[in-house]
């Protein structure tokens, strides 16, 4: 049978061998720990709450940035929507003088002057209506 001595810290007996395997408890040591524990605690804390500012942080800097990004580019949709209004309406300009010139020639076919709309339709067409 193995020896058994008392504990001062502990309140129950434990064998000699087994009680040389784990260090002497102490309100001291525990305190030790717990100190420890609590700066590792805090610098934690401390870390998380300079993670989360800077996330934070970035996320008005995205922010904003999608903001302007956004603003710029509604502002060149509505550039490319003005080209192209500019555009389609100098393509109607463009057919209506077209149409007026055409309608204005008068063609000289097979020694004959036609008159104005048979000319323009002729001409356009390649036909001769006589």
């Known amino acids: 049978m193995r020896p058994f001595r008392q504990n001062s810290t502990i309140s129950?007996?434990?064998?000699?061998?087994?009680?040389?395997?784990?260090?002497?408890?102490t309100i001291e040591s525990t305190m030790e720990k717990l100190l420890e524990v609590r700066n590792r605690l805090?610098?934690?804390?401390?870390?998380s709450q300079a993670l989360e500012t800077g996330v934070q942080s970035l996320r008005r800097v995205l922010t904003a940035q999608a903001q302007r990004d956004s603003k710029n580019a509604l502002g060149k949709l509505e550039e490319l929507r003005q080209i192209r209004e500019a555009i389609s309406s100098a393509k109607k300009d463009n057919e209506d003088e077209l149409r007026k010139a055409l309608g204005r020639i008068l063609f000289v076919k097979?020694?004959?002057?036609?008159?104005?709309?048979?000319?323009?339709?002729?001409?356009?067409?390649?036909?001769?209506f006589h």
Request: aromatic content about 2%.
């Open 42 to 47: 805090q610098g934690i804390s401390e870390r």
């Open 110 to 128: 097979d020694g004959e002057m036609l008159e104005d709309n048979e000319a323009s339709v002729s001409g356009v067409l390649g036909c001769n």
């Open 12 to 25: 129950h007996s434990v064998p000699a061998t087994n009680r040389d395997d784990f260090p002497e408890i």
